[in-house]
């Protein structure tokens, strides 16, 4: 598990390789990766946007952007938690995932940018 904290706002990752979902022998590999994102702030705080780096093993970039995550974006008091669970596929057998999500400090509306650490996707294969 990778963690990265921002402004208070602590983000941890996850990952899992899916083999049921991948089929290597025609390039296509399957990671899920959880995330937990912790509100250690004094404020509380709304996720509104997404903002990803995707990298495969042939230098391959994709940047994905986007409202909230899995349709959700969370208000999360000081304390609290949000937790979920998404997927990324790649064409090859590693990568990494990496980003920021876009904040708002519901007190007074300032924007910011909380870290998304980088996170390596591995098959377990690749390890041997």
Not at 65 to 80: K, N, R, Y
Not at 88 to 106: D, F, H, P, V
Request: with cysteine; charged share 15%.
């Amino acid at each position: 598990m990778v963690s990265a904290i921002t402004n208070g706002v602590k983000v941890s990752v996850l990952t899992h390789f899916q083999p049921e979902y991948s089929n290597p022998f025609q390039g296509n590999f399957v990671f899920s990766y959880h995330i937990k994102i912790h509100n250690g702030s004094d404020y509380t705080v709304k996720l509104l946007r997404r903002h990803w780096y995707i990298h495969d093993a042939n230098g391959l970039v994709r940047e994905v952007e986007g409202e909230g995550v899995v349709g959700q974006q969370p208000t999360l008091e000081p304390g609290q938690s949000y937790e979920y669970t998404s997927g990324c596929n790649l064409n090859t057998s590693l990568g990494k995932m990496a980003g920021t999500y876009q904040m708002e400090r519901i007190f007074d509306g300032k924007f910011f940018n909380v870290v998304i650490p980088d996170f390596t996707m591995v098959a377990p294969f690749r390890m041997n």
